[in-house]
Nanobody, 124 residues
Framework: QVQLVESGGGSVHAGGSLRLSCAAS????????MGWFRQAPGKAREFVAA????????DCADSVKGRCTMSRDNAKNTVSLQINSLKPEDTAVYYC?????????????????WGQGTQVAVSS
């Protein structure tokens, strides 16, 4: 059983940046592809970004492409997501997710574990 705990959410003005972190425990972190999803009020949860278990491959959704950087530290069991040039439409609860599988599976929403989420609010 893997536990995921997100941190780093908060309120930001449009144009600013935010760095979210996810700490994992209880499993073999380095064997999991890791991802971030978000859910805005009244909308379905959507894929934001993912990183392979080694960290060599990352993928960002079109909605954040060019503004998104994802990284992981397998020694510290952490993964991070930074989004620059934030927009009000980036407002959502952001969830960390783990998948013992491929980035494609993770991007399709196939996850083994979810975190509890952290709120991000972007004001114009």
């Amino acid at each position: 059983q893997v536990q995921l705990v997100e941190s780093g959410g908060g309120s930001v003005h449009a144009g600013g940046s935010l760095r979210l972190s996810c700490a994992a425990s209880g499993g073999t972190f380095r064997t999991y592809a890791m991802g971030w999803f978000r859910q805005a009020p009244g909308k379905a949860r959507e894929f934001v970004a993912a990183i392979s278990w080694k960290g060599g491959t990352t993928d960002c959704a079109d909605s954040v492409k060019g503004r998104c950087t994802m990284s992981r530290d397998n020694a510290k069991n952490t993964v991070s997501l930074q989004i620059n040039s934030l927009k009000p439409e980036d407002t959502a609860v952001y969830y960390c997710a783990a998948r013992r599988g491929t980035l494609r599976e993770l991007g399709a929403g196939l996850t083994d574990y979810w975190g509890q989420g952290t709120q991000v609010a972007v004001s114009s």
